[in-house]
Nanobody
Framework: QVQLMESGGGSVQAGGSLRLSCEASGIVYSIDYFHYMNWYRQAPGHQRDLVASITRGGLTEYADSVKGRFTISRDNAENSVILQMDSLKPEDTAVYYC????????????WGQGTQVTVSL
C-alpha cells in the first residue's frame, strides 16, 4: 500500500509563492514505480481538476490556468513530487491533492489527504 503525505500549504497574499511537497512511502522504494505523479485541486463547489502532471520520464503538463506560474518536479532522493507555485492568484485558492498512478501490472491510483492553499488580495 502507498501512503502520500502532502505538506507546504498555507495562506499567502496575491503575487506570493508556495511550495507543495508530496512524499510517497509504504511499498514504494522509488518514485520511478509510478508512471504519473500529479497535483489536482478542488475549490468549494467545483470539481477536482488536474493542475500539473509529470511522467516517470520527466515529461510535464499543466492546466492552462497555471502555465508559466507553476512548476512540477520530482525529487527522487526524497521520494517526492514538488509543486512550486509562483505569482499566486485568489482563484488558485483550493485544496490541493497529490495523486500517483501506476499502469498495467500492479496498477494503482493513490491519493493524498489534501492540503489547503488560500490566496488573498
Amino acid at each position: 500500500q502507498v501512503q502520500l503525505m502532502e505538506s507546504g500549504g498555507g495562506s499567502v497574499q496575491a503575487g506570493g509563492s508556495l511550495r507543495l511537497s508530496c512524499e510517497a512511502s509504504g511499498i514504494v522504494y522509488s518514485i520511478d514505480y509510478f508512471h504519473y505523479m500529479n497535483w489536482y485541486r478542488q475549490a468549494p463547489g467545483h470539481q477536482r481538476d488536474l493542475v500539473a502532471s509529470i511522467t516517470r520520464g520527466g515529461l510535464t503538463e499543466y492546466a492552462d490556468s497555471v502555465k508559466g506560474r507553476f512548476t512540477i518536479s520530482r525529487d527522487n532522493a526524497e521520494n517526492s513530487v514538488i509543486l512550486q507555485m509562483d505569482s499566486l492568484k485568489p482563484e488558485d485558492t483550493a485544496v490541493y491533492y497529490c495523486n500517483v498512478k501506476r499502469l498495467g501490472i500492479s496498477a494503482l491510483d493513490a491519493w493524498g489527504q489534501g492540503t489547503q492553499v488560500t490566496v488573498s488580495l
